[in-house]
């Protein structure tokens, strides 16, 4: 059946098929991976004035789940992204107001490139 010679080089394919496994198979991302991708697009939305629009979980204006920034009429525009957090700015009397969110509180952000 079987020789020495025979066992030993199908054992050495099969550690050759188990090794190319390993080096090839897909690395999942982590969490914290996934966060600095996002803060990344974010950021780079951002900083090309792109239109962006963000639909929350939780709105920070009652009543205003999404929103297209930036947005003309109420001067309202990403002001910061920060490690794992949005903020945003609109004018206020002579000064600005500041709103911020976890990226938790983000369902869909869609923009035009």
Do not use: H
């Amino acid at each position: 059946m079987f020789n020495r010679s025979m066992l030993i080089l199908f054992a050495a394919v099969l550690l050759l098929v188990a090794a190319a496994g390993m080096v090839f198979a897909p690395r999942p991302t982590t969490a914290q991976e996934e966060i600095a991708t996002f803060r990344t697009l974010l950021d780079q939305a951002r900083a090309d004035k792109s239109s962006i629009t963000i639909q929350f979980a939780e709105p920070l204006i009652a009543g205003e789940r999404s929103w297209t920034l930036p947005e003309n009429a109420s001067g309202r525009t990403i002001s910061l992204v920060g490690a794992d957090f949005i903020c945003f700015s609109e004018p206020w009397n002579n000064a600005s107001k500041e709103r911020c969110t976890p990226f938790s509180n983000l369902i869909s952000v869609t923009y035009i490139r």
